[in-house]
């Protein structure tokens, strides 16, 4: 697992925080919101890590055609600041994550990124992420907790408290793989003790 660190003298505004998924090589990397400014400087780390996609969860401040430009297609799924994503954009998002494995079933020598970002990357962007591990078989409050090892102070608690009520709608994965995935994690990370433990709320 490799949190990615901002590079010195980088105009990146918060440390990247890259996650992997133990059981797919589709990855995840949550960031703050770039500008036209310091887009070039993520536009290094995108490369690095091989990013495909780019979800926006916040308002567009910076053009997306410099990524397509680099081969990166950039979406737009904005939700409240501080809330939780209606359905439709779940199911969307849900969505971007299906085609992405279904393309590593085709190529299994690549290994892509998907990028997503709010405005600090403490919010919206995690969210999407806790759902998408949750739809590979975690447990949402290892979800959490495991985000959090990687991006300190993610989450606020009506998040928690939507992602530890959240239900799989992805019909696609197999029972077998979930429940690998889910021990895996576990056993890794030493989740699944309590059901519902306290998460600090920062």
Excluded at 98 to 112: A, C, G, M, S
Aim: include cysteine; charged fraction near 25%.
């Amino acid at each position: 697992m490799v949190n990615s660190q901002a590079r010195s003298g980088s105009p990146l505004g918060r440390t990247l925080s890259l996650i992997e998924v133990t059981n797919s090589p589709l990855r995840f990397l949550i960031l703050d919101c770039p500008t036209e400014s310091t887009l070039p400087f993520y536009m290094e780390e995108f490369k690095r890590y091989n990013v495909t996609d780019v979800v926006r969860c916040c308002q567009q401040t910076y053009s997306a055609t410099t990524l397509a430009m680099e081969g990166i297609t950039v979406h737009d799924m904005p939700f409240k600041d501080g809330g939780v994503p209606p359905v439709n954009l779940v199911r969307e998002w849900i969505g971007l994550v299906d085609t992405q494995e279904q393309k590593l079933k085709e190529n299994d020598n690549i290994r892509p990124t998907i990028a997503v970002h709010c405005v600090a990357g403490l919010g919206r962007a995690p969210v999407l992420v806790a759902i998408a591990l949750i739809e590979l078989g975690m447990e949402p409050l290892d979800a959490v907790e495991y985000i959090r090892t990687k991006r300190r102070g993610a989450f606020n608690k009506p998040q928690i408290s939507y992602l530890d009520t959240y239900k799989r709608i992805w019909k696609t994965k197999s029972s077998s793989s979930s429940s690998s995935l889910k021990f895996t994690f576990g056993k890794m990370f030493k989740f699944g003790g309590a059901k519902k433990q306290e998460l600090p709320i920062h």
